[in-house]
T-cell receptor, first 116, second 112 residues
Framework: DAGVIQSPRHEVTEMGQEVTLRCKPISGHDYLFWYRQTMMRGLELLIYFNNNVPIDDSGMPEDRFSAKMPNASFSTLKIQPSEPRDSAVYFC??????????????FGAGTRLSVL | GEDVEQSLFLSVREGDSSVINCTYTDSSSTYLYWYKQEPGAGLQLLTYIFSNMDMKQDQRLTVLLNKKDKHLSLRIADTQTGDSAIYFCAERANQAGTALIFGKGTTLSVSS
């Protein structure tokens, strides 16, 4: 398997623009996670899905952020409108949960977002 | 609430041992994890330990778990320059879910 695939790897946009980050989880995995990493706050869990259903979105910073998982092989994280303080690296991770898998999460390479 | 604490930086010389420490708060954690992040890359699982174990060894890596003190450590023997990275400690958030709580990461710098 190619692992968790995120696109784009880098995104530079201007304040106020809409940004869409994409993620393809590992085939067969039933959990998908979105994280944000900054120097100040470290790695923060934004939202996670189980079988395409959002389970916990309490980490989503505000209404400007939304995430969807229309099918088992694709998820998006959207920021509209974007602000400079949204600049961070956004990671997607997936895991397979059944007895014995130990809930190991596999991470994508991340999308580095810069909002000017 | 749940929280995972780590020191932010560690600097060692090549060939020395590195010990990265972590404290966690959720006593019901069943698995604890160490992830490694190299520059410009995502996190990669390094090793994990089940809560009924005190120690786990995997080649140059030794994980020690003190459940009483909720303390986890990662020892890297014969540290190499390629070990320079950020190391994250993580615990599972709760029994029902699979979300992990990560520490802020310890940046390991190895000098030759």
């Amino acid at each position: 398997d190619a692992g968790v695939i995120q696109s784009p790897r880098h995104e530079v946009t201007e304040m106020g623009q809409e940004v869409t980050l994409r993620c393809k989880p590992i085939s067969g995995h039933d959990y998908l996670f979105w994280y944000r990493q900054t120097m100040m706050r470290g790695l923060e869990l934004l939202i996670y899905f189980n079988n395409n259903v959002p389970i916990d979105d309490s980490g989503m910073p505000e209404d400007r952020f939304s995430a969807k998982m229309p099918n088992a092989s694709f998820s998006t994280l959207k920021i509209q409108p974007s602000e400079p303080r949204d600049s961070a690296v956004y990671f997607c991770a997936s895991s397979l949960t059944w007895a014995g898998t130990k809930n190991i999460q596999y991470f994508g390479a991340g999308t580095r977002l810069s909002v000017l | 609430g749940e929280d995972v604490e780590q020191s932010l930086f560690l600097s060692v010389r090549e060939g020395d041992s590195s010990v990265i420490n972590c404290t966690y708060t959720d006593s019901s954690s069943t698995y604890l994890y160490w992830y490694k992040q190299e520059p410009g890359a995502g996190l990669q699982l390094l090793t994990y330990i089940f809560s009924n174990m005190d120690m786990k060894q995997d080649q140059r890596l030794t994980v020690l778990l003190n459940k009483k003190d909720k303390h986890l450590s990662l020892r890297i023997a014969d540290t190499q320059t390629g070990d320079s990275a950020i190391y994250f400690c993580a615990e599972r958030a709760n029994q029902a879910g699979t979300a992990l709580i990560f520490g802020k990461g310890t940046t390991l710098s190895v000098s030759s």
